[in-house]
């Protein structure tokens, strides 16, 4: 009798540890998309420039509702993802040479950063942002 009990006592941790280690997985992937997509701080833009992918950027004026859109998207709706192919691109300097790209490709919107990991990353917005793809359309 109390060698079932030991065994089963040993599949039972076992069990619990498989379901702790994949709760553990899913919440370190949500937490590594929270922290690749960060809000971009109105007072730290130094600039913005808009473009074709073949032509030369052009300054703008900073355009608060884009960054506003961006800031508003939901962490928890990105998947990393790179790029090779740009149609157009908006591209926000930040103080602190910070570097973040919005790309718009395919009628997807991807985002490259240089101030999270090492080097640059790449994502892609899931759901698509209504506002900044009609950015893009007007441009």
């Known amino acids: 009798m109390k060698k079932y009990l030991y065994v089963f006592i040993v599949v039972l941790i076992i069990i619990t540890g498989f379901l702790l280690g994949k709760q553990y997985q ?15 701080d109105i007072e730290d833009v130094k600039a913005m420039y808009v473009g074709r ?3 030369p950027l052009t300054e703008i004026d900073t355009k608060e509702d884009i960054i506003n859109a961006f800031n508003n998207y939901p962490a928890n709706q990105i998947t990393e993802k790179n790029i090779d192919h740009v149609e157009a691109k908006l591209v926000i300097e930040l103080q ?3 570097v973040i790209k919005i790309l718009y490709s395919d009628d997807s919107l991807f985002v490259k950063r240089n101030d ?3 080097g640059e990353i790449c994502y892609e917005l899931i759901k698509g942002n209504e506002q900044i793809e009609a950015f893009f359309s007007s441009q």
């Open 26 to 40: 899913e919440n370190q992937a949500f937490m590594d998309q929270l922290l690749l997509h960060q809000v971009i």
């Open 53 to 55: 992918s073949d032509e």
């Open 96 to 98: 602190g040479d910070i």
């Open 116 to 118: 999270v990991a090492a």
